[in-house]
């Protein structure tokens, strides 16, 4: 394998039609990457707020992306959202992580730690953490299978609410599978942080450029 990159059969960038600058943004600021290339990106769901909740269309379009892994019938998908910044050392901690867990349901490049969640993330090897709980779906993976179950669920999920009742965010539903049915790593340190680059974020009424800085657990 020449790359670790080469893992992912597929690499998806979630990304809505009327924020076409953030992909232009996003494709000059990834154009040195040697993956790059092979990246598709995904049509966002823009739904209307209100009266949805901002997070609704992120969660169907992440579900989007979970159907392309699974009608391209990739082995391992990459998704991203489209406000990410890579690591310059990404390749090297990319390798040495997939070689010290070589098997895993999910694997994330970047997420968001609280103290509160101090007994989720567990120190799996030097370049690796199981992850039982966590928040942020910018930058991670999964094999086949699990998209396959993920899509599934979380079309009954969205389908099933009850009129007016207000979806949880992707990423917490999501989390809320690690600790049964989705065996969950994280790259460490991680390797993908969200930048904003100036932008507003698309979820939230307000800017939320406090997650660029890198969440490194002791």
Known sequence: MSSPWDTFEGIYVLNLDR????????????????????????????????????????????????????????????????????DEHADEILAKTLKQVPEWDALFLGFCHSPRWADKIVKHTANAWRIYFCAHTHAYALTKDAAKKVLDEGREYLNGLPEGESPRAFDKWLADHFATALKAYGCNPQIVCQEHRGFMSDNAPIRTSHHRKQVNLP
Do not use: T, Y
């Not at 992909?23 to 154009?31: G, I």
């Not at 993956?35 to 379009?61: T, Y």
């Open 19 to 86: 924020r076409l600058d953030k992909w232009q943004a996003m494709q000059k600021h990834l154009a040195g990457q040697s993956w790059f290339p092979r990246v598709e990106r995904v049509q966002g769901v823009d739904m209307p707020h209100p009266p949805h909740p901002r997070w609704l269309g992120s969660f169907w379009g992440h579900l989007r992306c979970l159907e392309k892994i699974v009608e391209n019938n990739n082995a391992r998908g990459m998704i991203f959202e489209d406000d990410i910044g890579v």
